[in-house]
């Protein structure tokens, strides 16, 4: 749980923490480790002193034994209460019977419990007192020995002192080194945070141009330059797909101009024609509405592409077209089914009437002079007219009464237009 909750911190955060309490931890290891050492030193400190006063007492307590003067040796047991910590102090003859004594003797020490007095220094050792047997002896004649015990409470203090003590200023090294550590990171790290924002816009934004700006020849200038590196890759291939796509859209926009619309006059084709007509159609049915469709053939072409060339002859019929898609309306859909031939899809037109008046409009649109090359074009239109739903609602069967009435209106003199009736 503690390592899901750090690794969910921020990066400076987490790092922050770990360094804290990787330097807390090895301090207060280091202070323990001296706290011991302060403990142990301490208590060697005391044991040696305590065997040179038992040294010094025992040096002056030589003539008070050999002459018995007991008050003179307890004078002098008393001279040395002054001693910190002294919990015992006593002189014994060589029968082991106290001379003269002061203090109380611990109960678990066993180093006075001999009835034999050594000739060499004794200590001996608890977790609270030590204890210290030295002679008493007088050219080379032993006379007793000094008893001496002295409590590690004043160690034990001054050692709990200098933890304390230790403590505080590892309080404030971990506060300093936090607040320098922060803002080291913080600098440190700026790199990193750089790049983590850079790839965050790269990621809302989708914009594959942004670049990190940290320059350095270590490790996160390498890594800086790689990420840079590997976004100008990803633009790139970015930059290719959206060429690609886009010369995919504009090839399938040249075909459909090349499925669709006429090379010469720029209309809808013959192909797209069908199409429309049978969604104009369909949508009148559905709709409830009324439309109409005009079948046009010019008049003389023939003669104009024979007597002035092919090339008069498409010129004429640019014009023409041109002139179609001025007079008719913006919802109107003019188409060339090919040769001389031409058709007007008229939607949502509101009678027979107003697809008669277009026509009208339209034959006398044409029948305006078209001069090619200083030659008047003598080129006219014959219009047929069918209307859905009144005459048809199926697509080719109104395509095919348009076309009869186009050759009605040839009959009736061209130039002029015609609506399809079934009457002869």
Known sequence: MEKSRIKNLPLAKELLLLNVLGIASTLLVCLALFS????????????????????????????MLIFNDQKAAKTLVHSFITTPDLAYLSIVNTQNQIFADWGALHKDSQLFSFTHISNQPLTDMSFDHIAVLVPVSLDGELLGAVQLQIGFDAVYRETLQFFLLGLILTAIAIVTASIILNRLQ???????????????????????SL???????????????HFNQMLAKIEKWENDIKEELNQSKESERCLDILA???????????????????????????????????????????????????????????????????????????????????????????DEEAAKILAERLVAGVKLPIIVHGEVMPVGISIGIACCPLHSDDPKTLLHYADLAMYQAKKAGKNTFCVYSEKK
Not at 186 to 208: C, G, H, K, M, W
Not at 303 to 329: M, P
């Open 211 to 225: 670049r990190s700006s940290y320059i350095s020849n270590n490790e996160l200038g390498r890594l800086s330059f």
């Open 260 to 350: 669709n619309y006429d090379n010469l006059t720029q209309l809808p084709n013959r192909h797209y024609f069908h199409q429309a007509l049978a969604t104009t159609v369909g949508r009148s049915i559905l709709e409830n509405q009324f439309s109409a469709l005009m079948f046009i053939d010019l008049d003389n072409f023939k003669y104009v592409n024979d007597q002035f060339g092919h090339e008069a002859g498409d010129l004429v019929l640019t014009i023409i077209s041109q002139r179609l898609k001025n007079i008719l309306r913006s919802t109107d859909m003019p188409c060339r089914l090919g040769g001389d031939e031409f058709a007007a899809i008229l939607p949502q037109i509101a």
């Open 36 to 63: 011991i050492s302060y403990s142990y030193l301490a208590v060697q400190r005391l044991k040696t002193e305590a065997i040179v006063n038992a040294n010094i007492l025992a040096a002056n307590i030589a003539p």
């Open 186 to 208: 913080v600098r440190a790290l700026a790199p990193i945070f750089e790049l983590s924002t850079v790839a965050e816009n790269v990621t809302l934004q989708r914009d594959y």
